[in-house]
């Protein structure tokens, strides 16, 4: 009979006579019932059922669960405790079905208590049992994870964590991917069973945790991002995974957790992160996010390893918004960075119409003014007395070590050495340097280009950088062409023309500042290609270059680029106008203020505006036609 037929609807008397039934049999018959039933008698039934609440019915309930109307599961959903005793019976006694149903169950029901069950469902003889066991304990994590923290709730997750724990030791026997990516959701509970080699099963686990995490976009993911580092052979495989993700979920997650950066070394190794694809495009993916995320997410964007070039242009951005607590955390992030583009935008924060904001500009700003020597200054130290005086102004040894570990320090001294005196004074400095220079390590490669930038040392190293600009890691080219740029001539100009053609933007932008300062007035002919350049900061910057060149190409190029249909690059050209003060292309500014599809555009035009009404008298800019 089909469920429509009228004839299989039981009346009230045979529902009453069931009641009265004290015979499992009946339970029996009415679990069999349901499979002929519409969706108002199985409701009637199903009440009927666990009314009487016989173990016989409980089960018949369970082994049918998965065929019920998608309407009457949630009565068997929202029945009392007992409920979680036949789930129990069924999954021990059951055939396929019945051991199923119940792992269906407890996933629905979200029977924390139960998750022991799951566990031993992994190793299963059956394929269909093993897949929802799999699939239950993925659930569970996930939505005990999502949950706020609660105390009440200390027995559940531990019955959660040792099942979970359970499954993880059986990862040889099942290999379902599903574990791992529940067990990292709770990586501050079971962080030695993923981390620590047991039983010879380090290899496997290493791979599915990074299948796992290249694959998933869960932001309960980002606690395990921040362990991960601490360890070799996640390490690499995290942060390429970090580098290329696009979802904002993730980074939700990752700014929300930002206080694990803090902890240990994961501070340094979050150094290791030089590029997010997430924000390749601009802030505007990060300011999308809840408010309260705004601030957190620049503090976290700054801790990490990004390119100067890449991070000031991201903070420019955030300037440009209508964020109080992001313009904040930008501040203090120009306040940590002592180059003059960082100086640039202080000043632009010092204007802004957020008061706390303003007031670390103006204070950081008014400390730097007092200075008492330019950072540029060269002064031989001939006397022991000065060497003395400049080791202890800088918290020194006179030792290659010292110099090394205090490299940061270094890069804001006031005071530099002559490449021969120092080797004089620590014979074994060049040697050790040189070493660490052309080491395999790519962190102390990027920290020798700092300490050589810091002390003036290009000519000592001439050969090494120009080497460089060959080098597999996008950074080290990118160091080693500004360092082309410092020392000149022909190799330098050689080299930073072959490197206008580079896959990463990053390192034809410095191409391009390179060309700048190495080919001097031949640079313009180089360039010209690049201001059609597909990367917004590459354009940009050859631009600007062209325009410091008086080269005739540029005023087209820029005002071409200002009506560009990408945001970006008109972000990019309205940041020539503002460096170079182009007061002669107000009325294009005006316009870009007033009528741009992108609000972000229409702000950044309307601050340079600002700057313009500000100006006492006309700043030097380049002659530009506007055609």
């Given at each position: ?109 979200r029977s924390?208590?139960l998750a ?11 394929t ?8 239950t ?23 959660l ?15 379902r ?19 620590e ?110 390119p ?46 957020y ?36 080791l202890?102004?800088?918290?020194l ?120 300062v ?5 640079a ?51 940041s ?32 340079i ?13 380049a ?5």
């Amino acid at each position: 009979m089909s469920r429509s037929d009228p004839g299989c609807a039981p009346c009230d008397r045979v529902l009453e006579a069931f009641r009265a039934s004290d015979a499992d049999a009946a339970d029996a018959a009415l679990a069999a019932a349901l499979d002929h039933l519409d969706e108002a008698d199985c409701e009637r039934v199903i009440a009927l059922l666990l009314e009487r609440g016989r173990a016989a019915g409980y089960e018949g309930l369970i082994e049918r669960y998965d065929r019920l109307p998608p309407e009457v599961r949630r009565i068997i959903e929202q029945s009392g405790p007992a409920m979680d005793e036949a789930i129990q019976r069924a999954f021990r006694n059951g055939q396929n079905e019945a051991r199923t149903g119940a792992l269906i169950l407890i996933e629905r029901r979200r029977s924390m208590r139960l998750a022991y069950l799951a566990a031993d469902g992994l190793i299963d003889r059956s394929t269909v049992v093993r897949q929802q066991a799999a699939l239950t304990l993925r659930s569970l994590a996930a939505e005990f994870a999502s949950r706020a923290p609660d105390a009440t709730q200390l027995e559940e997750r531990r019955a959660l964590v040792d099942a979970l724990r359970t499954a993880l030791d059986r990862f040889h026997a099942h290999h379902r991917t599903e574990i791992i990516e529940a067990a990292m959701c709770f990586v501050d509970d079971l962080g030695s069973d993923l981390f620590e080699s047991r039983n010879g099963r380090r290899g496997m686990l290493t791979h599915a945790m990074l299948e796992v995490f290249g694959q998933s976009r869960s932001a309960a993911l980002a606690p395990f991002a921040y362990e991960g580092l601490l360890y070799n052979e996640l390490r690499n495989g995290i942060i390429r995974s970090i580098e290329t993700r696009q979802d904002s979920e993730f980074f939700a997650g990752m700014i929300r957790q930002r206080w694990r950066g803090r902890i240990g070394g994961t501070r340094k190794l979050l150094k290791c992160v030089q590029r997010l694809a997430w924000l390749e495009r601009g802030i505007a993916p990060l300011l999308a996010l809840p408010e309260a995320l705004h601030g957190p997410g620049v503090e976290l964007v700054s801790e990490l390893g990004l390119p100067d070039e890449t991070l000031l242009e991201l903070l420019r951005g955030v300037l440009d918004q209508d964020a109080p607590q992001a313009v904040r955390e930008a501040a203090w992030s120009l306040v940590a960075r002592q180059t003059p583009e960082a100086r640039g935008l202080l000043r632009l924060v010092a204007e802004s119409p957020y008061a706390d904001a303003a007031r670390i500009a103006r204070f950081e700003l008014s400390r730097r003014g007092r200075s008492t020597a330019p950072a540029a200054v060269r002064r031989r130290l001939e006397s022991d007395g000065e060497w003395s005086s400049f080791l202890r102004r800088f918290g020194l040894e006179p030792a290659f070590a010292s110099f090394w570990a205090a490299c940061e320090r270094l890069e804001r001294a006031a005071c530099r050495l002559e490449p021969a005196q120092l080797a004089r004074r620590i014979p074994d400095f060049a040697p050790e340097l040189r070493k660490r220079l052309c080491g395999s390590s790519v962190e102390d490669r990027l920290q020798a280009h700092r300490l050589i930038a810091a002390l003036s040392l290009h000519a000592l190293f001439e050969n090494e950088l120009f080497a460089q600009a060959d080098d597999p890691d996008e950074r080290v080219r990118v160091a080693a062409l500004a360092a082309a740029g410092r020392i000149g001539g022909a190799t330098a100009r050689r080299i930073s023309e072959r490197a206008l053609e580079d896959r990463s933007p990053f390192v034809r932008q410095a191409a391009v500042e390179a060309l700048a300062v190495a080919a001097g007035d031949r640079a313009a002919a180089m360039l010209e290609a690049r201001c059609e350049d597909e990367s917004p900061s590459v354009r940009a910057a050859a631009i600007r270059v062209l325009l410091m060149r008086r080269a005739p190409q540029a005023a087209q190029s820029l005002l071409k680029t200002l009506r560009h249909r990408d945001p970006e690059h008109r972000m990019a050209a309205l940041s020539v106008v503002e460096r170079l003060r182009l007061s002669v292309l107000e009325a294009h500014v005006t316009i870009i203020a007033g009528r741009d599809p992108d609000s972000r555009v229409r702000s950044r035009a309307a601050r340079i505006m600002q700057t313009f009404g500000r100006a006492a008298a006309p700043a030097k800019a380049a002659v530009v036609s506007a055609g």
